[in-house]
């Protein structure tokens, strides 16, 4: 694992590292806030982490530089783990189109079986393996952590949180992809990634995964009612139904004119922090 960059930023240090995903069968980059506790070397002290995963088109810097997440996260003594969004480099295909939502920027956080994806598009297993291990090893954290994200990454933050409560002990999102076997994104890139095999697209479904669940979750979801992909691609209501059908606890805060943009998740970004720091 290699340090990029650095910079001190309330107390904590900003910094990127690459390094090499076996799952992704690339280099990665990935992003990482501090805080300031992090100089306290007692073993009993060591700080917990938020894992963020971002949304389409964004890399590891997004949510870095817009969401203002680190003056809390410093007060609560968090560190942040911000990832890319899909695996990146010479040998790795895109769309043949460049379109925003398939390819390089849009991995999904799922395991792809199809060609010419598997080779390289397998987020999900770079979260839960090699990430978290890699982080594990170098970074001196402790194991527990909670898991959000935005979009795209909200719907990553649900599955992964809901198929290992062992690795995340809370979750949270922001508009997040809730019910992707039934978004116009989901649909297309579950089709590119999986195939037409249906039963496999469940296993990256929220609402799927929330009905199945036999541990409790803390989960909060925060949604801007002014979002432009509300109704057609987000549908927070069927994991609202499926939460309500199976007796599982999610909290939805529908916040009235938010957008989908990061000046809606830096509005609310605190309380979440807030949130995991309950279960951290
Ligand atoms: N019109 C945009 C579409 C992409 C977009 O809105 N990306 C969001 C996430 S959407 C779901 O995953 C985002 O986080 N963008 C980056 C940002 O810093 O705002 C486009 O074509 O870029």
Redesign the pocket.
């Known amino acids: 694992m290699k340090k990029i960059s650095s910079n001190k930023v309330f107390g904590g240090e900003h910094a990127q590292y690459t390094h090499w995903s076996e799952a992704n069968n690339c280099e990665m980059t990935f992003a990482v806030f501090l805080p300031p506790q992090m100089d306290d070397l007692s073993e009993l002290k060591k700080v917990p982490s938020l894992y963020w995963l971002?949304?389409?088109?964004?890399t590891d810097q997004?949510f870095m530089q817009?969401a203002g997440a680190f003056k809390r996260a410093a007060e609560l003594g968090i560190a942040i783990i911000a990832p890319d969004t899909s695996p990146r480099g010479e040998n790795v295909p895109d769309d043949e189109n460049q379109a925003?939502?398939l390819g390089l920027g849009a991995g999904f956080y799922l395991n792809a079986s199809e060609a010419p994806w598997r080779e390289h598009y397998n987020m999900y297993d770079y979260i839960v393996k090699d990430l978290i291990s890699d982080v594990d090893e170098h970074l001196n954290l402790s194991t527990s952590r909670a898991i959000s994200g935005?979009?795209?990454?909200?719907h990553g933050a649900l599955t992964i949180g809901l198929k290992h409560p062992e690795l995340f002990g809370s979750i949270s999102a922001f508009?997040p992809?809730c019910n992707p076997t039934n978004s116009p994104?989901g649909k297309k890139a579950f089709s590119a990634y999986l195939g037409e095999q249906q039963d496999t697209w469940l296993q990256y479904d929220a609402c799927h995964l929330l009905e199945h669940a036999t541990e409790p979750q803390a989960i909060l979801i925060e949604q801007g009612s002014a979002d432009d992909?509300l109704d057609e691609?987000l549908r927070p209501e069927s994991l609202m139904q499926v939460a309500q059908k199976s007796g599982h606890s999610v909290q939805l805060h529908l916040r009235e004119g938010y957008d989908?943009?990061?000046f809606f998740i830096s509005s609310f970004i605190e309380q979440h922090l807030e949130f995991h720091a309950k279960y951290l």
């Open positions: 971002s949304g389409l088109t964004c997004n817009k925003y939502d935005h979009s795209m990454g909200g508009s992809i994104w992909f691609q989908h943009s990061y």
